[in-house]
């Protein structure tokens, strides 16, 4: 049976709606920081209730590397998960200037990673050890190409005279554009997309391409950062961009097309770390995503398309198979905390203290 076929009747054979509850496939997350030791342990129950499976992003000080690196990562992920999760990591490798194309194809057969995260050096959290070049790391895009590893992309530009609300837009022109001609058989995924261009040039790109959209992006806008003073807590990179981005990457997220799907690039960092002179960018989303995704099907009218966003559509990318277990999500008022204690302090979450409408009324394995 063709891919296609397959998922098409795997939906059909999942998803039900009754009355307020959407029943649909466990979805993955294809985008999240977990981080390591006290933050691991607190964040991770969260992302293993929600979530099958997480794509693992490397930005730990230092970053993940090297083959190794990634196992021993891993090994710490599962350590950390709370008894009975069967919440399975899958692992990337942060590029770097000098990162060796034999190195990325040994993770890769190896099944220790299954994607490589770009980073144009400088352009979010823990980014420093970047990549310089894009041109300059030619040898290790060709050889992803050739064995079909995916290429994640943080699609920013670095130029500090760039404008930080153009910074996505002028990355797209400047760099992801001619990527996608010079390795014409890479697969990227676009991560948290935030404009409307964006969103064209993937859906332009389809067959090799896909976007990760994240729930704070569904819901917020760059006036939101600042209604009625500074929101350190609504701060995170790429930055949320003017309102016509928001109602596009509603509409995209909403589409059915099977070149979106989740992403909610949950970024933890400790309250002391978001409340000071210099913010900290990230939200962490991990404990309230799928309700606030849910809600925008919901608000959509097209709660019958959010398996293929949430549990099929990036698992196709992915060439891997949609679970099996199912999630059913129930139109019932849920409290989310206001915040997550970790060793000291504590992470806020992202609408904590919010009385959200949906909430998660049961996990089958
Ligand atoms: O806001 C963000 N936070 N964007 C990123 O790309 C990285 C992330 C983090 O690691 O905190
Ligand atoms: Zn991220």
Known sequence: MSLDRMFDSAAGAAAKTQGDCITIRRPDDWHVHLRDGDMLRSVLPFTA??????????????????PEMAAAYRARIVAALPEGSDFQPLMTCYLTDTTSPDAIERG????????????????????????T??????????????????????????????????????FMETELLPLL???????????????????????ANAVRAA??????????????????????????????????HRLALRAAATSGEACFFIGTDTAPHPRRNKER??????????????????????????????????????????????????????????????AVPIDGDEV??????E???WSIAEVRA
């Not at 980073?119 to 050890?129: D, E, F, L, R």
């Not at 190409?145 to 996505?168: C, N, Q, W, Y």
Request: hydrophobic letters at 45%.
């Open 108 to 131: 890769y057969a190896e099944g220790i990673w299954v994607a490589a995260k770009l980073y144009p050096a400088g352009a979010t959290t823990n980014a420093h050890h970047g990549v």
């Open 211 to 244: 976007a990760t959209i994240t729930p704070h992006h569904l819901v917020i806008n760059r006036t939101s950062i600042f209604q009625g003073g500074l929101r350190p807590h609504l701060y995170c990179l790429p930055v949320a961009k003017r309102e016509c």
């Open 277 to 338: 002179e210099c913010c900290a960018a990230g939200a962490f989303v991990g404990a309230s995503a799928l309700q606030c995704y849910v809600q925008v099907f919901d608000e959509e009218g097209v709660l019958d398309r959010f398996e293929a966003f949430a549990s099929l559509n990036g698992a196709r990318f992915y060439g891997l198979e949609a679970n099996s277990g199912t999630i059913t999500l129930q139109r019932r008022p849920s409290h989310v905390p206001q």
């Open 133 to 170: 070049s894009i041109i300059g790391i030619a040898p290790v895009l060709e050889r992803m190409e050739r064995i079909g590893m995916k290429l994640l992309i943080h699609g920013e530009a670095t130029d500090p005279s760039v404008d930080i609300f153009d910074r996505e837009a002028v």
């Open 355 to 357: 009385i959200l409408p």
């Open 181 to 203: 001609v010079r390795h014409p058989g890479l697969k990227v995924v676009v991560e948290h997309a935030t404009t409307a261009e964006t969103l064209d040039i993937v859906r």
């Open 49 to 66: 209730a929600q979530f099958a499976r997480g794509i693992i992003m490397p930005n730990l000080v230092p970053p993940v590397t090297t």
């Open 348 to 353: 806020v979450v992202f609408r904590g203290g």
